[in-house]
């Protein structure tokens, strides 16, 4: 992937792994647009990248990633890069009884939005000379979280539609690239619940540098080791990891 002179969504890119690509992709040339719920991070965000579009939107509504889709290819009709960044981590267990609607907002928000967002933005990605979905999964993906049931499985999901799409088009100019961020460390489900993780700047770094010389699934660390795994070194991971939080 050129880094240079995009025009990019990242969407929660207000944040953490979001907000450092986008600084990285600004630094690079390219101008970038981030979207996300709360107004005052999209402000803080926008002081901190010079240049940084913003848009607030929930990704949870259908009818809003419609009004973001139409917002953002009329503001922006050179847009070529659409990163499936924005997602939610809830820890639960799934007997506890719960309102559907507040549970259903983790498969919208990780899942259900990347694969309508494809769908949207696909004819638009079309008319460029090159164009890209990036969806941001996990290292979670490979190894499911017994903390976090419903979150490792949009991550399951949103690693195989990633596969399926890419085979879908193939014979387009849009590639489909896949990142699988290790646990990094950001307020990803709270503040504090992953400052064991690698620093973000880190992660962010050797994300661009794999994307600009052409990989289409760049992990790091453990989720670099788990996206090439095998099942018996997946289940050995699973058990591990696992057992740390039981
Ligand atoms: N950090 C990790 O350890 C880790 C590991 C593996 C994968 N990931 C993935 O990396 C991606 C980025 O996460 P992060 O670690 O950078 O955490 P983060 O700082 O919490 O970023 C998540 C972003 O998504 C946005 N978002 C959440 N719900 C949204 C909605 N309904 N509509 C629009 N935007 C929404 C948030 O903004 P608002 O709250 O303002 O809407 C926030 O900016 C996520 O997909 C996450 O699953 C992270």
């Not at 969407?11 to 719920?37: M, P």
């Not at 509504?61 to 419609?66: F, H, L």
């Not at 969806?135 to 399926?164: C, D, E, M, Q, R």
């Amino acid at each position: 992937m050129n880094l240079t002179d995009n025009t990019i969504l990242i969407t929660g890119g207000a944040s953490g792994i979001g907000l450092a690509l986008a600084q990285r992709f600004v630094r690079a040339g390219s101008t970038v647009i981030v979207c996300g719920r709360r107004a005052d991070k999209l402000r803080e965000a926008q002081q901190q990248v010079p240049g940084l579009q913003v848009r607030a939107c929930d990704l949870a509504s259908p009818a809003e990633r419609v009004a973001l889709r139409d917002w953002v290819t009329a503001q922006f009709p050179q847009l070529n890069v659409l990163i499936n960044n924005a997602g939610v981590q809830r820890r639960l267990q799934v007997a506890d009884p719960e309102d559907w609607a507040t549970r259903q907002q983790e498969i919208a928000i990780n899942f259900e939005a990347p694969v309508h967002l494809s769908e949207l933005f696909i004819p638009h990605l079309r008319q460029q000379d090159y164009a890209a979905i990036v969806n941001v999964t996990s290292g979670l993906a490979f190894t499911p979280p017994t903390f976090a049931p419903i979150y490792g499985a949009t991550k399951a999901a949103l690693h195989s539609f990633t596969i399926a799409l890419r085979h879908q088009l193939r014979d387009t100019r849009i590639e489909v690239l896949e990142i699988v961020p290790p646990a990094v460390n950001t307020d990803l489900g709270g503040t504090g619940l992953h400052n064991f993780g690698v620093p973000v700047d880190e992660f962010a770094d050797s994300v661009l540098a794999r994307l600009a010389a052409g990989e289409l699934e760049v992990g790091f660390g453990t989720s670099e080791e788990r996206r090439l795994a095998s099942r018996s070194e997946l289940d050995a991971a699973t058990e591990a990891m696992n057992a740390r939080f039981s």
